[in-house]
């Protein structure tokens, strides 16, 4: 790598100060930071920083989903990358014009987001609707509160509810099946135009005909779904290294898995009166848990550190939030799935619940002096 160092420090004067590309420093700034960790000190004291900075933390959440990733190209072939390319080529876009406008550095933390957005897609949704998504989740819910560590909400998140609620049609039909066959379709091109490509219902959309999906295969990754949570099995190891690595604060994900499956299993032990007028209550609690998008949106998405919460028992209460939430939403209104409306409400309690916390502290602490 010391060619390409060589070759930064070359044409690095002409985005300095001065230089013919000096508009452009915000991109040159992200592809070096990429690379290389930044050679700029702190201007003061103290001069510690966190061993956890913001690239390790990217770096972390990317190993953890490769599985995934792999998993989604091995079931849904060169669309899912085609998805990938796309993902980050408008993010990043929508990135860099902001950071040139505003004069600052291009963000790592985007590369965070540009790989978990087409795994919370369906597989064979328009190309242009995946750049339209994550270009308006960037915009919307990160930009314009002025950029990576002040939004309020997950851009993803926010992105994919834009799409939920302006496209409902392409969402609900642009799933597909996995491939079965040994090579799966590593070198095939699927999308909805393509004669072998059949739009196939997700486990809970098919638990509202009746027609229950084996939690085995929930488990494995062979049933349809957004692209990353096919298989619970891949994400549950994924996650597994997020939280050995605190990068994910176990809190969070333990409150939340926890919180669902109660309240799932309360409703599901209701009278008989009770459980026919609530459509959408379908076979045991560990099966609902493997369903849809709670154990990526668990570990992935509810684990934000901008998003979500900073002390340790608003994680609890966030997660509790987040996990009930989402019983409710998918077994008392019309939408099948429920986990991005739930983070999104969690995002919008997480500095409530912090100040609640906090001001708790500081009474107590004033009552005991």
Not at 144 to 164: E, H, I, Q, S
Not at 197 to 202: G, L
Not at 227 to 246: V, W
Request: net charge neutral; aromatic share 12%.
């Amino acid at each position: 790598m010391k060619w390409l160092l060589n070759v930064i420090e070359k044409v690095r004067p002409n985005f300095e100060e001065g230089g013919k590309l000096k508009a452009f420093h915000p991109v040159f700034g992200a592809l070096e930071h990429f690379f290389f960790a930044p050679s700029t000190t702190t201007v003061g004291a103290p001069h510690v920083r966190d061993p956890l900075d913001l690239k390790r933390f990217m770096s972390m959440v990317i190993i953890s989903v490769v599985p995934c990733v792999l998993a989604a190209f091995y079931f849904f072939g060169l669309r899912f990358l085609a998805m990938i390319i796309v993902s980050y080529a408008a993010g990043l876009t929508v990135e860099a014009l902001f950071s040139i406008v505003r004069k600052e550095d291009i963000n790592e933390g985007f590369f965070v987001t540009g790989i978990l957005w087409p795994l919370i897609l369906p597989p064979t949704l328009p190309l242009w609707m995946v750049g339209l998504g994550v270009a308006f989740g960037v915009l919307i819910g990160k930009e314009l509160f002025g950029g990576t560590g002040r939004n309020v909400f997950n851009p993803a998140l926010v992105g994919r509810c834009f799409l939920a609620l302006a496209y409902p049609k392409q969402m609900a039909a642009s799933f597909l099946e996995p491939s079965h066959d040994v090579a799966g379709r590593l070198l095939s091109w699927v999308d909805g135009s393509t004669a072998d490509a059949v739009s196939s219902a997700t486990p809970l959309v098919l638990a509202g005909r009746d027609e229950m999906v084996a939690t085995s295969h929930m488990f494995l990754g062979s049933v349809s779904g957004s692209a990353g949570e096919t298989s619970a099995l891949l994400i549950i190891l994924g996650g597994g290294f997020l939280l050995l690595t605190r990068v994910a604060n176990w809190r969070t994900v333990l409150a939340t898995l926890a919180s669902f499956f109660a309240l799932t299993a309360v409703l599901i032990a209701c009278d008989r009166l009770v459980y026919e007028s609530m459509p959408g209550v379908f076979g045991p609690a560990l099966w609902h848990v493997f369903a849809g998008g709670l154990l990526f949106g668990a570990f992935y998405m509810a684990t934000d550190p901008v998003t979500g919460p900073t002390t340790n028992t608003a994680k609890w209460m966030y997660g509790i939030i987040i996990g009930s939430a989402t019983v409710l939403i998918r077994n008392f209104t019309g939408y099948t799935e429920g986990v991005t409306f739930a983070i999104l409400l969690g995002n919008i309690m997480a500095p409530i619940l912090d100040e609640i916390v906090v001001s708790i502290r500081i009474r107590r602490l004033r009552s005991e002096g």
